[in-house]
């Protein structure tokens, strides 16, 4: 008579384990990543709407950015936003850190930036 085989119980709960860990792990990531792709779009929108000229004043980027930003529900400081016109050409960039918080005092951080030229 042949012996049945298989997984033990304690490998399937190892098993179990890694894979909730997993999941943990892309749950706390997940939603950075998200905003990111986001603001990339908004971005994006902004470059093919024609928003931004040479002569768009440092406020009014801030403006519209800020108005983008809450209107996708983006969880994006925009503390270093930064504005550079030379040469004709207006500079927008963004660079940003985000905290996710994972299990008790552990964080992930994610660094994030954009440079963009309008």
Same mark, same amino acid.
């Given at each position: 008579?042949?012996?049945?085989?298989?997984?033990?119980?304690?490998?399937?709960?190892?098993?179990?384990?890694?894979?909730?860990?997993?999941?943990? &792990?892309?749950?706390?990531?997940?939603?950075?990543?998200?905003?990111?792709?986001?603001?990339?779009?908004?971005?994006?929108?902004?470059?093919?709407? =024609?928003?931004?000229?040479?002569?768009?004043?440092?406020?009014? &980027?801030?403006?519209?950015?800020?108005?983008?930003?809450?209107? =996708?529900?983006?969880?994006?400081?925009?503390?270093?936003?930064?504005?550079?016109?030379?040469?004709?050409?207006?500079?927008?960039?963004?660079?940003?850190?985000?905290?996710?918080?994972?299990?008790?005092?552990?964080?992930? &951080?994610?660094?994030?930036s954009f440079h963009e030229e309008f």
């Open positions: 008579m042949k012996r049945q085989s298989g997984m033990s119980v304690n490998a399937v709960l190892v098993l179990l384990v890694l894979v909730g860990f997993g999941a943990k &792990v892309f749950v706390s990531l997940m939603p950075m990543y998200f905003d990111y792709q986001m603001m990339k779009q908004v971005i994006d929108t902004l470059h093919e709407s =024609n928003t931004f000229t040479e002569r768009t004043t440092e406020r009014d &980027v801030r403006k519209v950015m800020e108005q983008r930003v809450s209107a =996708n529900n983006l969880e994006i400081p925009l503390d270093n936003l930064k504005v550079d016109r030379s040469k004709g050409v207006l500079k927008v960039s963004l660079d940003y850190e985000v905290k996710a918080h994972f299990i008790a005092n552990l964080s992930f &951080v994610g660094e994030f």
